[in-house]
Antibody, heavy 120, light 106 residues
Framework: QVQLQESGPGLVRPSETLSLTCTVSGGSVSSGSYYWTWIRQPPGKGLEWIGYIYYSGTTNYNPSLKSRVTISLDTSKNRFSLGLTSVTAADTAVYYC????????????WGQGTLVAVSS | SSELTQDPAVSVALGQTVRITCQGDSLRTYYASWYQQKPGQAPILVMYGKNNRPLGIPDRFSGSSSRNTASLTITGAQAEDEADFYCSSRDSNDVVFGGGTKLTVL
């Protein structure tokens, strides 16, 4: 059973960089069958896809966030990370890491989510 | 990227059938996947592909698709089905989510 666990600061100051890590267990981030993704959900609102990374290191980002987002992979530690620069209050959200199947592009496994607040 | 449109809220009487729909141009090319989210919890996958249910999802959940519209049908809705439902699909190399539908079971 694949499990994903987000970790990182719960509070980030405006204009700084949000950094989160997702540790994967029960599966390998080196598998060519999946994309490793970040999704967020502002309080009381819907889901927003942020971006994903493939085992090869290929990335793809939501066009609306592309200029501020970086997703990286650490195969030695079986984890992947999110960086979001120049954050504002609008970036306050629950951030989920998850796994997308390369066949149907469904998000089959989700982390429990971590709330990141942007505030001074 | 394209958008997916869902009705904000739908209600169903206990034991009756309800259909939740999702519209968007990406659905002409790709199948939708559907997620159920209860308050304070992460979403869970309930339907994907042509009409695939993950293990553990009751068979009262089914999916269908026609042209630019995907549907999730719950046949015999139960009280525990009350939740927010989101559709999603691939859009070229991107991923897009619908705005979500709040399902109330009366």
């Amino acid at each position: 059973q694949v499990q994903l666990q987000e970790s990182g600061p719960g509070l980030v100051r405006p204009s700084e960089t949000l950094s989160l890590t997702c540790t994967v267990s029960g599966g390998s981030v080196s598998s060519g069958s999946y994309y490793w993704t970040w999704i967020r959900q502002p309080p009381g609102k819907g889901l927003e896809w942020i971006g994903y990374i493939y085992y090869s290191g290929t990335t793809n980002y939501n066009p609306s966030l592309k200029s501020r987002v970086t997703i990286s992979l650490d195969t030695s530690k079986n984890r992947f990370s999110l960086g979001l620069t120049s954050v504002t209050a609008a970036d306050t959200a629950v951030y989920y890491c998850a796994r997308i199947s390369s066949v149907w592009f469904e998000v089959g496994y989700w982390g429990q989510g971590t709330l990141v607040a942007v505030s001074s | 990227s394209s958008e997916l449109t869902q009705d904000p809220a739908v209600s169903v009487a206990l034991g009756q059938t309800v259909r939740i729909t999702c519209q968007g141009d990406s659905l002409r090319t790709y199948y939708a996947s559907w997620y159920q989210q209860k308050p304070g919890q992460a979403p869970i996958l309930v339907m994907y592909g042509k009409n695939n249910r993950p293990l553990g999802i009751p068979d009262r959940f089914s999916g269908s698709s026609s042209r630019n519209t995907a549907s999730l049908t719950i046949t015999g809705a139960q009280a525990e089905d009350e939740a927010d439902f989101y559709c999603s699909s691939r859009d070229s190399n991107d991923v897009v989510f619908g705005g979500g539908t709040k399902l109330t079971v009366l």
